[in-house]
């Protein structure tokens, strides 16, 4: 049974417009959530997390945002980059981090000149 | 900067070979990860370490053990590999960033093939 869910395996957006990533919980115990961004052959890359406390955090052209009542995070870029282009993972942990993290399949964002 | 190294990039083993991976951190952190990526099942957690010579299972740990002998040095044991082990291997470690808030800083991955 999943517990983080991404829908869509892939994602096309054209350079400079908005991309935004989407992602749905269904432990209700997750109180730490972040967001990474991995190319092939690399390991993932710490991009942005939210804690539960929190509805939204911004980082430069990166924003989470956390909607508890719904069970659903979304990743905004803006604008969106060649450089972008990559497999987003999300991910959630019921112990601030602690104990490991429970990721979803990932998004596969890809900009388009 | 973080950082987190794994003794080989890619990896090719017979079935039945006792494996051995290798993760080294340099930011003394307490906690340390291993995970597995593979196409459509995302990230999954294998073991994960608090301290040296302390272990917990994560979701996924049959077929495989740990040793955390010094605080940065994290290994990852296969007994006796088998084909369904092929797969890209993660190393982690963890730092908090608040009360309650640790982020997971990962390595650059171990592609292990296993024939």
């Known amino acids: 049974d999943q517990q983080v869910k991404q829908n869509s395996p892939s994602l096309s957006v054209q350079e400079g417009r908005i991309s935004i990533l989407n992602c749905d919980y269904t432990n209700s115990m997750f109180d730490y959530f972040l967001w990474y961004k991995k190319y092939p052959a690399e390991g993932p890359t710490f991009l942005i997390s939210i804690s539960s406390i929190k509805d939204k955090n911004e980082d430069g052209r990166f924003t989470v945002f956390l909607n508890k009542s719904a069970k659903h995070l979304s990743l905004h870029i803006v604008p969106s980059q060649p450089g972008d282009s990559a497999v987003y993972f999300c991910a959630a942990s019921a112990s601030g981090g602690a104990d490991g993290l429970t990721f979803g399949k990932g998004t596969h964002l890809i900009i388009q000149p | 900067d973080v950082k987190v190294t794994q003794s080989s990039r890619y990896l090719v083993k017979r079935t039945g070979e006792k494996v051995f991976l290798e993760c080294v951190q340099d930011?003394?952190?307490?906690?340390m990860f291993w995970y597995r990526q593979d196409p459509g099942l995302g990230l999954r957690l294998i073991y994960f370490?608090?301290?040296?010579?302390?272990?917990e299972k994560g979701d996924i740990p049959e077929g495989y053990s740990v040793s955390r002998e010094k605080k940065e040095r994290f290994s990852l044991i296969l007994e006796s590999a088998s084909t369904n082990q092929t797969s890209m291997y993660l190393c982690?470690?963890?730092?908090?960033?608040?009360?309650?808030?640790?982020?997971?800083?990962f390595g650059p991955g171990t592609r292990l093939l296993v024939l």
């Open positions: 930011m003394d952190h307490e906690n």
């Open positions: 370490s608090y301290d040296v010579k302390m272990k």
């Open positions: 982690a470690s963890s730092s908090p960033r608040g009360v309650g808030q640790e982020t997971q800083y």
